[in-house]
């Protein structure tokens, strides 16, 4: 999940319609790229961008490949035919059966996925396990080529997911954080908006005085000794594990020491 100025993207594993429900029942305009057909410009236009990792309970695949979205709840996919008296078959990716994941839905979703996260700033993770190794190549992948890429795992695992998955070193594990807390708490308060930019507060702090290289070593130790209370003072108040963050940043003073 990102923000811009071009509204909320959210990228979701999940097959429900969570997302669209609240959307609907509070008047904001969404798109999850069919109306009722695939068309990727559906997106420009709308708040919530909602990108459908591996489906939708509600996308629906003609014998002719033709796709499209039927939000009716209910419906016995045994009984649906197309006007046209073809047959439909669910467009979900399960666990055990990735036929239809070379589609071109689901290619475009990826791509885009990829594109966002080399693109992001901060990417807010709520609720994932990190089971799928592909969505897991993909986040440290994308965490390697954009230096700029954060991401704050949400759940109340987080920690423990994120030391069993997300440890490729110590530079990337730095920019990753943890709250270990229910999604629903976290949403429920309303202060993960607060955290960001709080967050990205200190971040500018930091990057400014990693650039300046005319720092003498005790004033650039003094500097990072304020941007470490900082990170510890923003993380005890919203509950984010930073020490990654500052063990990254005390090897990077004692490498400048050493040189």
């Known amino acids: 999940m990102s923000t811009s100025n071009n509204g909320l993207v959210i990228f979701t594993l999940n097959y ?139 759940s109340p695992n987080a920690t423990k997911h994120k030391n069993e998955y997300l440890r490729p070193n110590l530079e990337i594990a730095s920019r990753i954080l943890t709250i270990d807390r229910q999604v629903e708490e976290i949403i429920g308060d309303r202060k993960i908006g607060g955290y960001i930019d709080s967050l990205n507060t200190v971040r500018s702090v930091e990057q400014d005085i990693w650039r300046e290289q005319a720092y003498s070593i005790d004033y650039l130790k003094d500097k990072i000794g304020q941007v470490v209370s900082m990170y510890g003072s923003v993380g005890k108040r919203e509950q984010i594990h930073h020490s990654d963050r500052i063990e990254w940043i005390n090897s990077k003073i004692a490498q400048r020491v050493v040189g």
């Open 16 to 154: 429900d319609g969570v997302i669209e429900t609240f959307c609907e029942n509070n008047g904001i305009s969404y798109s999850d790229g069919f109306d009722p057909y695939w068309n990727p410009n559906n997106f420009d236009t709308k708040d919530v961008k909602i990108f459908k990792l591996h489906g939708s309970l509600y996308w629906f695949k003609t014998e002719k490949d033709k796709i499209l979205r039927v939000p009716v709840k209910g419906l016995e996919v045994t009984n649906l035919r197309y006007l046209s008296d073809e047959t439909l078959s669910e467009m979900i990716i399960y666990p055990a059966l990735q036929k239809d994941k070379n589609s071109e839905v689901y290619l475009w979703i990826h791509n885009r996925f990829l594109f966002e996260l080399n693109e992001a700033h901060t990417c807010v993770v709520m609720g994932y396990s990190f089971r799928d190794k592909e969505v897991r190549e993909n986040l440290l992948g994308a965490m390697n080529t954009n230096p700029d890429l954060w991401l704050i795992v949400v």
